[in-house]
């Protein structure tokens, strides 16, 4: 029976006893039996015995067999050869050279990934089995490149690189690694060139499908010699310079004396000597004035400004060439017009005194023939004789090395190192005997002054303990003692710094240096013995912001001021008898007396403290590239308890320093337009209510144009100015420790208890004359940390102290608002609720200010209809050119992380739409690590973001014991805690164990946990904003619908839901039905 065209089915006789037999022509692949009545075959195998199927009754057996040919053979030789076949295809693939993958995709890496990328261009392909030949010579070639890459500009004026490379360069940015630039030596050039040249002789290069390559890299070899060569000669004649027995250029052989008779009336002098003329004709005949003063700055403008200048009498033009990049010096004086009445001897003399201020430039080989001499015959060091060299020859070489000029610098500026006592002996032996009287005077003064000092620090000493230093630096000290000299009419003569030193006690009386010390004062150095900067996604957009703010700035320079604010951290301040730590690290030492050790306090456990405010107004510069880091410094110090800094209190400090230092006018601000900058804490929050009026007070009393307030992103507080004045208070502070007065006893017992800010406030509003008392108590302390900040100075000029503004002054400043409602309203406390009971301010706020989550501005208009503008017209001329400063905007391009240039934007209507944090959602590895920590039933407290106000829960495994509790509460008292933050330093011992959710940002909701939490019962607030007041209740229609088709719905404000926000639900009625059901 046949089953298909190669399958047969035999039916044989059981009585056969005989094997299966196999088929000549056929082959069996299988052999099947059944019984008559069986419908179902079972398989046996092939060598079985008929003899055995009878014993199982069978009736039929079933061969089933296919042509032999069919019958598929696996040979391993030819599997073998078509393998190989395969790989000797791949190998011979002709493929691009790949791209390197790095996580730094710029500097080197992003040169050699652009050579990829044009040998792709110019279809530079090599078999894959020889791809490392093609990137070993991409190597090469980059090599080359990245080392003439910080000379490009040398190299083109010199040399011709090949045109497909020659846009090879920017790569190697060593300014912004804040690198030297790099050397370009002969032995680097030739470590570039020997394997260009070996790789030229490679058999695979003269293909001509590599002819592209090949004439790349012959153009760099031809460079790579031209440079060599280059450097090998200027190393010939700077030997031969260096080996010169004269200088090179002198006075009497490299001027150059021109008389200019070619005189014009005034009327028609060109513009550009305007100023010359103006100069000279103020100034006396023979008087020589700086000419390169007036002359352009460009080279080659200069040359031509010089060559073509003609002014309305006769001058004499007197030029010394340097040299080099020294330039040339460019004298002019006025001579008499007739020429009678000149007088050559006046320019004779004139000439010989320019000459002798200018400075020349001995060779090497005249310093060191002078050295050799004077040291074999007087056996005095060669430092000192290379300062007396420069001091007799009017010598200005540079030092041979970098080593040479330190020592010169220690020398010549009695900068004495104490490990070098052969120093110390010379300038003894240069200033004459050490037991001199010359500063005799000085030294008793200094000697009365410790006395005096030793009387006053009594009272902070227990036992051998002193809890202030005697002087912040020797530099200090000497200060103080000249200033006591000068009080005292006296004029004597003052020792250096390095000399005071040296009267000390050493540190360490068992070494060498030791021996160096007179000893004259029991006084010695000493450091004060002790018993949080992160990323943030908004960082570039906020950075870019404040580059927005200081363009506009210079843009508009005669009618700006900028004020730049910041609040250091809190001081601690010691419970009476025990002075505490102001917890400054100590980088340096400072001055105390040797019988006594410095110490303090560990500063974790106290409740007073200082709050020192810094505003640094800046003095704009002309352009944008130039530092804004120069200008006057103004610190108000403020007890923290009953003097906490607010939006109010900032405004008002502020414009009491802008009124009591002559930066305003009949009370009104010079500038009309007033630019502040700050940190982003919770009282500079240009979001905030209370910030915006704050500010509009400021508008409205220094009558303003226009007033932007700005901040930093969160983490990112270092790019304030005012932060960088932060490290000349530290040094005031360091080695300090600080106690407050002791009040009365039942005062003392009324706080004794109370472990932070909140309670003593507390109690205060109880008891009455506890917030007096309590500020008499501190007004000591508070004096002496202003007596430090006094003697600090920023580039040379001093700290000014500014007093806390009174209760009375705040309220005063806050008034102003009735210009533009007459509704009374409470600036620290009012919300965005309460402006629908301030109609008319709600309506200013918003035709005249703007706000975004990094600046808030205020601007007057130019609208007749409106009552304060028309009244309080604006100042600034040319008023309609004053625009709102702009938000960042993305630039439409490629990559998209680029900001459009201010001026593409400026007088634009822009957002912060672009602002990253609105858009990203963030996820945090430290997070995952805590999942089991990070549940509701393991929620203990929470914390407010300084930054959005909403409450952030706390996570603890156990229960907060009470010393935990204090550590928290302190924690929020001291610092500001912004989202995605730490509750804790990293390396703290509550790090792990006192949590908080770091994987989330400001523009995140409330935590579920917030709601959920089961060790504490937490007050409602809305899950958008975090606020507290005006929740949607029960009866609302909005939220009585959601209850009905949701078991959880999350608290919602009225201000979110009017702004369109949806609250947010959970675990559908519908769903609960169908599992009861079920």
């Known amino acids: 029976m046949f089953k298909s065209k190669t399958e047969f089915c035999f039916y044989i006789h059981l009585t056969v006893t005989t094997n299966v037999p196999e088929s000549g022509c056929m082959k069996v692949q299988r052999v099947s039996i059944c019984g008559a009545d069986d419908t179902k075959n079972s398989d046996v195998d092939l060598g079985c015995s008929i003899s055995v199927c009878l014993e199982f009754n069978s009736k039929y057996i079933t061969y089933v067999v296919c042509k032999e040919e069919e019958m598929v053979s696996v040979n391993a030789f030819s599997v073998l050869m078509t393998a190989q076949k395969n790989q000797q295809e791949v190998e011979h693939e002709m493929v691009p050279i790949p791209q390197r993958e790095s996580e730094r995709l710029y500097g080197d890496v992003k040169m050699y990934n652009d050579l990829v990328n044009l040998c792709s261009d110019k279809t530079i392909l090599f078999q894959r089995k020889n791809i490392c030949d093609g990137e070993k010579c991409l190597v090469l070639i980059k090599n080359a490149l990245w080392l003439l890459d910080p000379h490009h500009e040398e190299v083109v004026s010199r040399c011709e690189l090949p045109a497909d490379l020659n846009r090879f360069h920017g790569y190697n940015n060593y300014k912004a ?147 080099n990049y020294l330039g040339t010096m460019v004298w002019v004086w006025r001579i008499p017009v007739k020429q009678d009445d000149r007088k050559e001897g006046e320019t004779a003399r004139l000439t010989a005194a320019l000459i002798a201020d200018v400075r020349t430039y001995a060779t090497r080989s005249m310093r060191r023939d002078f050295l050799c001499k004077w040291n074999a015959a007087t056996n005095v060091s060669k430092s000192l004789l290379r300062g007396m060299y420069r001091e007799l020859t009017v ?71 002193l809890y202030m230093p005697v002087a912040i630096s020797i530099a200090d000290l000497r200060r103080q003692i000249v200033d006591r000299l000068q009080k005292a009419g006296k004029d004597v003569a003052v020792p250096s710094d390095q000399w005071i030193r040296l009267q000390f006690t050493p540190k360490n009386p068992y070494l060498k240096s030791a021996s160096q010390y007179t000893g004259k004062f029991n006084v010695k150095f000493a450091v004060q013995r002790r018993l949080l900067r992160a990323e943030h996604e908004d960082s570039k957009f906020a950075n870019f912001q404040y580059r927005l703010i200081k363009e506009f700035a210079v843009r508009h320079r005669e009618l700006v001021l900028m004020v730049n604010l910041d609040d250091k951290a809190v001081v601690p301040v010691g419970e009476p008898g025990k002075p505490t730590s102001t917890g400054v690290r100590s980088h340096n030492q400072s001055i105390t007396t040797t019988t006594t050790t410095l110490a303090a306090l560990d500063h974790d456990f106290h409740v007073a403290g200082i709050i020192p405010s810094v505003t640094f107004i800046p003095n704009i510069p002309s352009t944008i590239v130039d530092s804004f880091f120069d200008g006057k410094v103004f610190v108000t110090c403020k007890e923290r308890i009953f003097q906490a800094s607010s939006p109010l209190r900032h405004a008002t400090e502020i414009t009491g320093i802008l009124r009591e230092n002559r930066y305003c006018s009949d009370g009104k601000l010079k500038q009309p337009i007033y630019l502040q900058y700050s940190d982003g804490g919770v009282d500079h929050l240009t979001t905030r209510l209370a910030t915006q009026l704050s500010t509009l007070c400021m508008f409205i009393y220094l009558d303003l144009d226009m007033a932007v307030i700005a901040r930093t992103c969160p983490t990112q507080s270092w790019v304030n100015l005012a932060e960088r004045c932060m490290s000349i208070l530290n040094l005031a502070l360091q080695n300090v420790a600080l106690e407050r007065k002791k009040m009365s006893d039942d005062k003392e017992k009324l706080i004794k208890s109370r472990s932070s800010v909140r309670d003593i406030r507390e109690v205060a509003e109880r008891k009455q004359g506890l917030d007096i008392a309590y ?26 102290i500014n007093k806390p503004a009174s209760v009375d002054t705040m309220e005063g400043l806050a008034s102003s608002l009735k210009v533009i409602d007459a509704t009374p309203v409470d600036v620290n406390s009012v919300q965005k609720k309460d402006l629908k009971h301030l109609q008319r301010l709600a309506s200013f706020l918003t035709t005249h200010s703007k706000s975004s989550q990094y600046i808030y501005q205020i601007k007057k208009c130019t609208n007749p209809d409106c009552t304060y503008c028309t009244t309080s017209p604006p100042r600034s001329q040319n008023f309609q050119d004053v625009h709102w400063v702009p938000d960042p905007v993305l630039k439409r391009d490629v990559d998209g992380q680029h900001y459009t240039e201010f001026s593409e934007i400026y007088g634009q209507d822009t957002t912060d739409k672009d602002r990253p944090s609105q858009l990203s959602k963030t996820t945090n590895e430290t997070d995952k690590t805590r999942k089991e920590l990070l549940l509701p039933g393991k929620v203990r407290s929470f914390i407010v973001c300084g930054d959005c106000s909403k409450p952030r829960c706390i996570y603890a495994r156990r229960k907060l014991s009470d010393r935990e509790l204090i550590e928290v509460e302190n924690t929020k008292e001291m610092y500001q805690y912004v989202c995605g933050n730490s509750l804790f330093p990293e390396g703290s011992v509550m790090y792990d164990t006192i949590v908080v959710r770091q994987g989330i940002q400001c523009s995140s909701i409330v935590e579920s946990s917030y709601y959920s939490a089961t060790t504490i019962k937490l007050m409602p607030c809305c899950i958008h904003c975090g606020g507290k007041d005006s929740l949607l209740g029960v009866d609302d229609d909005y939220i009585k619908d959601l209850k009905s088709s949701y078991a959880v719905v999350r608290p919602l404000c009225t201000i979110c839901r009017t702004n369109g926000k949806e609250a947010i639900v959970r675990q559908p009625n519908n769903t609960n039905k169908k599992r009861k059901t079920k």
Not at 405 to 414: N, S, T
């Open 177 to 323: 690694k804040k690198h030297a630039k790099p050397r370009l030596t002969v032995d680097g050039i030739s470590s570039a060139l020997q394997p260009l040249e070996e790789l030229m002789l490679v058999p695979w290069l003269a293909k001509t499908e590599y002819s592209v390559l090949r004439n790349w890299i012959d153009g760099i070899i031809c460079v790579l010699l031209k440079m060599k060569s280059y450097r090998i000669q200027m190393n010939i004649n700077q030997k031969v310079r260096h080996g010169s027995m004269v200088p090179l250029r002198s006075p009497q052989f490299n001027t150059d004396i021109s008389t200019i008779e070619k005189h014009m009336p005034p009327a028609i002098t060109k513009p550009e000597y305007h100023a010359v003329e103006r100069s000279l004709r103020v100034t006396q005949e023979y008087q020589p004035i700086d000419l390169l003063n007036f002359a352009p700055v460009d080279r080659y403008r200069r040359r031509h400004w010089l060559d073509s200048i003609q002014l309305s009498f006769p001058i004499v033009i007197y030029k010394y060439a340097h040299g």
């Open 395 to 465: 010598d200005a070489s540079a030092a041979n090395d970098r080593h040479e000029l330190e020592v010169d610098e220690r020398v010549m500026q009695y900068m004495m190192n104490l490990d070098d006592p052969d120093i110390i002996y010379d300038l003894r032996k240069l200033n004459g005997n050490p037991g001199s009287t010359k500063f005799a005077d000085f030294w008793s003064e200094m000697d009365s002054y410790f006395n005096e000092y030793e009387a006053q620090v009594q009272d902070r000493r227990q036992g051998q303990y």
């Open 775 to 800: 500020g008499e108590s501190m007004k000591d302390v508070v004096e002496q940390v202003e007596m430090l900040f006094a003697r600090m100075k920023l580039k040379e000029e001093s700290l000014s």
